[in-house]
C-alpha cells in the first residue's frame, strides 16, 4: 500500500509575556511530534524581553493518516545566568482536537494558546502563537 508523505509547517510567532529571571537568556522552545517521537527541532528567540519574536519554520514529514494521532509539544526553555536549563512551560496541541473542532491544517492556521506551567500547576498568562499548516 503506497502513502503518500506530506509535510506538516510549523511556524513559531511570538510569545507573550514569558516570564524572565535576572540575567538568564532569551527564551527557546522546541518542538517535537508525539506520539512518533521526532527529533526535537530548535525555535531561539531573537531578542530576551519578556514578549520574543521567533522567525523560523520547521518541517515535519508525515502521511496523512499520521497527521490526526499527533500531538504538537512545544516545550519552552531559558538558561539562567548559570547556564541552567529552565523550563518555562508547555504547550501541547493535539491535532485531532483540532480536527474535530472544525480547524482544517491542509489550509494556514493561525493558533495562540497559553503556556501551561507545571511549577504553577495550572494555566499561566503568557502564550505563545504559532501557524501550522499540513500540505
Not at 1 to 25: C, K, N, W, Y
Not at 48 to 75: A, G, M, R
Request: aromatic content about 12%; overall charge negative; charged content about 15%.
Amino acid at each position: 500500500m503506497f502513502h503518500s508523505r506530506s509535510v506538516l509547517l510549523v511556524r513559531l510567532i511570538r510569545g507573550e509575556d514569558i516570564p524572565s529571571e535576572q540575567e538568564a537568556t532569551g527564551p527557546y522552545v522546541g518542538v517535537q511530534l508525539l506520539p512518533l517521537n521526532t527529533d526535537t527541532q530548535v525555535f531561539v528567540a531573537y531578542d530576551t524581553t519578556v514578549n520574543v519574536q521567533f522567525q523560523e519554520t520547521y518541517e515535519f514529514p508525515l502521511t496523512q493518516s499520521q497527521l490526526s494521532l499527533q500531538t504538537i509539544n512545544f516545550n519552552i526553555c531559558r538558561y539562567d545566568r548559570f547556564s541552567r536549563r529552565t523550563n518555562v512551560g508547555d504547550v501541547f496541541l493535539a491535532l485531532a482536537e483540532l480536527g474535530a473542532q472544525g480547524i482544517d491544517i491542509t489550509k494556514e492556521v493561525y493558533l495562540c494558546r497559553n503556556i501551561i506551567n507545571a511549577e504553577q500547576v495550572g494555566i499561566a498568562s503568557y502564550f505563545l502563537s504559532a501557524i501550522l499548516s499540513f500540505c
